[in-house]
């Protein structure tokens, strides 16, 4: 069996601050903004979505208990929404000058 951290991670097709859509699982439709990207890991932690209870022990600093967190989903399950419709797309890259930018399949437009 591969390892998971076999994926060429070079060139993630989400990043930090995009807002996504989840495309399958027991969250699909929902949306949110990503908070982090594991690229090791080939998942991305997004605000509001597969919240789960972790326990905690207690500590000085924490007083412990059941808190929510937002745990990782794998990047498959998520889709960059087009800024133009608000729907899940795919994206493609393009020369912009000098610049590669990042763009939407469905209208065009360049997601920053």
Do not use: F
């Not at 951290?5 to 859509?21: A, C, E, F, R, Y």
């Not at 989840?22 to 903004?33: L, N």
């Not at 908070?35 to 924490?62: F, Q, S, W």
């Amino acid at each position: 069996m591969k390892s998971i951290t076999s994926h060429n991670t070079t060139k993630l097709h989400i990043k930090k601050g995009d807002t996504v859509m989840v495309i399958s699982g027991s969250y699909k439709g929902a949306t949110g903004e990503v908070k982090e990207v594991l690229p090791n890991k080939y998942r991305a932690i997004v605000e509001g979505v597969n919240v789960v209870k972790k326990h905690t022990k207690p500590t000085n600093d924490n007083p412990g208990g059941i808190n929510e967190v937002e745990a990782p989903i794998h990047l498959s399950n998520l889709a960059v929404v087009d800024p133009k419709s608000g729907e899940a797309t795919r994206i493609g890259r393009k020369k912009d000058g000098d610049k590669t930018v990042r763009y939407s399949k469905k209208s065009g437009e360049i997601i920053n």
